[in-house]
């Protein structure tokens, strides 16, 4: 899905099975922030009300969440007068699809702590990346380790599983997919430009790196592909999608959301990495400056 044009109800989606850009009718989100997206769904927030809500962009079925006021510790502890907005969520997950189940669960990495909402307060905050998997959430923690959430114990259990797989980077991003059974940890690493004339210096990624839990470096991931952004990151086979897609490889969006405010350089940072040779090629011809995020969104059953 990419950004919103200025005072327009239509959202574009970007396909890369054929290749085309579609206009949809989505005035449920004009004006509105977007923080994940999940088994097919989108997670909501309006600013203005403090409301949050799923969407599924292809029914336009519409889910309410508990809003921003509901949570009970919404404030940042370095500024105890800053106001929560749609900021305050980070990423959102879902459990299972609502299409299909009513017992799922939505799982947020909320403020500037990014803590786990419930809200969940660890000795590992604060967390950048959850996924769900096997009937458990698995969150990763800025101090390096891995950590399942248990949800269906009483009280809800945080136990570390691995310990940090990599070095951290000051410019990396660093992701949770399962592909194949397989839980694997991906940093992504960005080159700094600086330049006199932006607030923030420009940036581009680079280079991937995949490991599993146990420290162990992957070099290849077959024919598989893995999704990897502001949404749930996925991994599919290419063998599915023969004409537009090559596997062994890392698909990317720009989920740097610091450089939307700040940086005219935000939102650019989009392509796809081939592990084989460490290659990035575009995917979007000629990518403009957006300054809200694109996110990958996944019509079910894939």
């Not at 470096?217 to 086979?237: A, R, Y």
Request: proline share 7%.
């Amino acid at each position: 899905m990419l950004p919103s044009k200025k005072d327009t109800q239509i959202r574009d989606f970007f396909s890369l099975y054929s290749g085309n850009t579609n206009g949809v009718y989505l005035p449920e989100i004009h004006k509105k922030w977007c923080c994940g997206s999940s088994e097919g769904w989108l997670v909501i927030v309006d600013e203005c009300t403090e409301e949050i809500f799923l969407l599924n962009p292809f029914s336009r079925a519409k889910i309410q969440l508990p809003s921003l006021s509901t949570f009970s510790d919404p404030q940042d502890s370095s500024d105890p007068e800053r106001p929560r907005n749609y900021h305050f969520i980070v990423k959102a997950i879902l459990s299972s699809n609502p299409d299909t189940t009513s017992k799922y669960v939505v799982m947020a990495i909320v403020c500037n702590r990014q803590k786990l909402w419930n809200t969940l307060t660890t000795r590992w905050d604060p967390y950048e990346e959850i996924i769900y998997s096997n009937g458990l959430f698995y969150a990763l923690s800025n101090q390096g380790p891995v950590v399942t959430v248990d949800i269906n114990s009483d009280p809800i259990s945080v136990t570390e599983i691995a310990p940090s797989v990599a070095e951290p980077i000051l410019t990396d991003r660093f992701y949770l997919v399962e592909s194949l059974g397989d839980l694997l940890l991906v940093s992504r690493i960005l080159e700094w430009q600086e330049e006199d004339d932006r607030p923030l210096p420009a940036y581009k990624t680079v280079q991937f790196e995949a490991y599993r839990l146990d420290r162990m470096k992957i070099k290849s991931i077959g024919d598989q592909m893995l999704f990897l952004g502001d949404n749930c990151s996925i991994s599919l086979s290419s063998r599915y999608f023969p004409e537009c897609c090559r596997g062994d490889s890392i698909y990317f969006n720009d989920d740097y959301y610091e450089g939307y405010f700040n940086s005219p350089s935000g939102c650019h940072d989009m392509g796809v990495f081939n592990l084989a040779d460490g290659s990035i090629k575009s995917f979007y011809k000629d990518p403009p400056i957006w300054v809200t995020p694109t996110i990958w969104v996944t019509p079910q059953p894939w």
